[in-house]
C-alpha cells in the first residue's frame, strides 16, 4: 500500500510540471527542469526523514545488558 501511495504521488509530481505548462503556455525546457528538480527535492526530504528517524531510535537504543 505504502509503495502504491508512492509511486502515485511521484507520478503526480512528475506530472505537475507539463500540467502548469498546458496551463501557462511556458516553454518545454523550463518545464523539465522543474519536475526534476521536484523529484529531486522529494527524494531529498524522503533520505533526510529516514536519517532522523534512524538517530531518533539510535539515541533511544538501551542496549542488550540492560
Same mark, same amino acid.
Given at each position: ?20 505548462? *498546458? +496551463? ?6 523550463? #518545464?523539465?527542469? =522543474?519536475?526534476? @528538480?521536484? *523529484? +529531486? ?6 533520505? #533526510?526523514?529516514? =536519517?532522523?528517524? @534512524?538517530? *531518533? ?10
Amino acid at each position: 500500500r505504502i509503495t502504491w501511495g508512492g509511486a502515485l504521488f511521484l507520478g503526480f509530481i512528475a506530472i505537475m510540471p507539463f500540467i502548469a505548462q *498546458l +496551463i501557462t503556455n511556458l516553454p518545454s525546457a523550463t #518545464t523539465i527542469i =522543474q519536475s526534476t @528538480s521536484l *523529484l +529531486i527535492m522529494v527524494g531529498v526530504a524522503l533520505d #533526510t526523514m529516514r =536519517q532522523l528517524e @534512524s538517530q *531518533l531510535l539510535m539515541r533511544n537504543y538501551e542496549g542488550f545488558v540492560r
